[in-house]
């Protein structure tokens, strides 16, 4: 691309915001005050921003705050207060958790303490499907762009021993395909991973503060989990099948793979002060969230949990003479993935907004006639995925849960459903720049554009039809949520 393209292509992206705001101004739209035109105009800016990315998310979540006051739909002060969040806390939690997590080596100590069991790396089938579990299990405890990152590189040195120790190698063949379903099965046991905790992926936390702000439904740690992981045991085997069928491996057996990880979990040593550090927090931090379930205590909720854990994480030392903590200032910024942060703060803020000038409740009438109760979770199945792929999970989470909330409550409809269905048809991983774990897992050079697409299409058409008939089937048959 010339300078003079890249110039065009930066002034369309910026003019998409005022003109998709122009264009929601001039509609006719009877029923909705004017406070509330306008605030759906603003979000119309907000939507077509996040999508084509002029500026950082985070920015563009801020434009309420300007539009707002100049506007005079609400003064200032009144405007900032849309963005206290709690989920706020609880992302910076998490995240600072899994950033600790792989500083100090406990999760590649775990991927290779499971790879190393017998029989688990004996085959490149194995392998495959052994990526897809370990990936998800780190998944569950820590974001999704995280375990990808771990996970990644492990991936690729599996399948060049296993292509090394291939019968009769000379040292020049290649496994293309097994490469490719390896780091395929990474990404999408990131996506498997992402639906058993709240912790897993930062649209499940945006989904449950949704749920909780905009209707009488609640969901406990415990609620999300249970239903989270029958969903990840059923979905793995779907990404596994596909992932064999259209990648086929070309190594049917591996020799000594049981062994390679034992060497790299020895080359680690000893656990270290700062894993057990890790280790430790993770163990409080499981059994203040299972507490809520067994004993009556006021303070402990969903929420409050990864705050104790990130002062945990500052406080606990990995070298007290040398005054070393398991995290440091330093951990603030390269931490934390700041701008998916404020993305969910101000998708909550602009959600806050929406509900409280009426734009919700004047949105659901419109889709209310159009949509049956019955028709409602496919719906949510349907877009929620197409439109991740056009712009971040995150930012279609906070889109269709503040539309389609206040809907399922007029039809009578639990909201907790779809809160599952969003939160899990959220994750894109047929484009590489649909999100940071499917970059990231692009940026191996293993994975060809046509078949992340090819395969992530049919991967993401049967997980979706998987996880809205699990969610129908399991929320409501286990109770998972409260109201």
Known sequence: MTTEDARLSLSLRILSGPLAFAAVRSLPLEGLEASGHLALA??????????????????TGFLPLLIFPISGVMAFR???????????????????????????????????????LPGVAASGHRLVLMMLVVTAALSALVDDAAAVAIMIPIALSVTQFATETRAGDTGAARAPRLQTASCLAVLY?????????????PFNPLAISLLEQLTA?????????????????AVVPLYYLVLVVMSRPEVSTVSGGAAFFSARRRELGPLGPGEKNVLAVLIIMVAFWLAPSVVTVEFLDLWIVPTVGMVLLFLLPVRWKTREMTLETNDLQTG???????????????????AGLG????????????????????FAGVVTPALSHLTSGTATTSMISTVLFPVAESLGY????????????????????????????????????????????????????AITVLSMVLVPALGAYSS
């Open 189 to 201: 046991g990131s996506a498997a991973g992402g639906l058993a905790t709240p912790v897993g992926v």
């Open 414 to 465: 639990n909201s907790a459903i779809l809160a599952r269905i969003i939160a899990g048809t959220a994750l894109a991983v047929s484009l590489p720049w649909a999100g940071a774990a499917s970059s990231t897992a692009f940026a191996s050079g293993t994975i060809s554009f046509g078949d992340m697409f090819r395969i992530g299409v049919v991967a993401t058409l049967l997980t979706m039809i």
């Open 217 to 233: 439904y609640r969901i406990s740690f415990m609620q999300w989990t249970l239903t989270g992981t029958l969903m990840a045991i």
């Open 359 to 378: 734009v919700a409740a004047w949105l659901g009438g419109l889709i209310e006639g159009g949509v049956s109760a019955a028709a409602l979770p496919w």
């Open 42 to 59: 603003c979000y119309a800016w907000v939507v077509a921003w996040w999508a084509t990315r002029p500026v950082p998310w985070a920015v």
């Open 336 to 354: 934390v993935l700041w701008n998916v942060v404020f993305l969910v703060v101000s998708g909550t803020a602009m959600a806050s907004a929406l």
């Open 78 to 116: 009144d405007a900032t207060a849309l963005y206290g969040q709690r989920v706020f806390p609880f992302l910076l939690g998490v995240m600072l958790f899994g950033h600790a997590f792989r500083k100090h080596g406990l999760a590649k100590r775990i991927a290779f303490g499971i790879l190393s």
